[in-house]
Each structure stands twice: as structure tokens, then as C-alpha cells.
């Protein structure tokens, strides 16, 4: 089997997402989880054809929805350094709850819904603090 080549900047799976009020949404993930807006590139329109963000060393592509183009959102799962002051800050920032701030084996863990749809699973590990 032939190795997998990338380029070193991105992982090797990577969400991509379409949606409504893509700048709103850099904005949101800016705020709640201390994202990095690295690549922008906008339409004639103003809206956005393809934009990266990164967390940490993650990238998630994303771009505007269109008529060819209709949402489409997913669920992550993201580690924090704190899951209930990011949840916190989430739901000041327009998500909903799903899930409140609780104790998992996993680690300390909540869920909310984003103003844009995207389901978010937001852990810290309470082994490593």
C-alpha cells in the first residue's frame, strides 16, 4: 500500500463545513474556543468561499451555504482546558445546551448546539487537569 501524503499543515481528516453566516461563525469559534482564522477567501458577494480555522493544531474548512451548495453541519468532539467555563462561554455566545456540565469517565463533559447548528461535545480530562 502507497503512504498517504498531505501537506504538513493539515491532519490528515478534517471537518468541512457549509454554512449559513460562515464569518458569524469564525467569530463564535474565535470567542468560545480560541480559534485562529489562518485563510479567507470571499466571494464576489462578500460571503465566504473557503476559510480555515484552527484550534490548536486542528483545521476546520469551512464556507458559505448557498443555493448549490445547502448546509451542512456536523457534531465534534473538542478538548478543553475547562469544559464548564467553555460551555459557559458558548451559551453567552448563542448556543443551547444539550447536555450540562457532568462528570464522565472520560472526563468532565457537556454538549451544546451552536448558533449554526453544529453539535459540540466539550471535554477537559480531569486526569491531566
Not at 116 to 123: D, L
Amino acid at each position: 500500500m502507497n503512504p498517504i501524503s498531505f501537506p504538513a499543515e493539515y491532519q490528515q481528516v478534517m471537518p468541512y463545513l457549509i454554512l449559513p453566516k460562515a464569518s458569524e461563525f469564525i467569530t463564535f469559534m474565535q470567542t468560545v474556543f480560541g480559534a485562529e482564522e489562518r485563510m479567507r477567501v470571499d466571494r464576489e458577494d462578500g460571503l465566504i468561499m473557503h476559510a480555515e480555522i484552527t484550534i490548536g493544531a486542528s483545521v476546520i474548512m469551512l464556507a458559505d451555504s448557498s443555493a448549490d451548495y445547502p448546509p451542512n453541519t456536523a457534531g465534534m468532539f473538542i478538548y478543553v482546558a475547562d469544559a464548564d467555563s467553555t460551555y459557559e462561554k458558548a451559551l453567552a455566545n448563542g448556543a443551547k445546551s444539550i447536555m450540562p456540565p457532568r462528570d464522565a469517565d472520560y472526563g468532565r463533559t457537556s454538549g451544546v448546539t451552536d448558533p449554526f447548528g453544529n453539535v459540540w461535545w466539550i471535554t477537559h480530562d480531569v486526569q491531566k487537569g
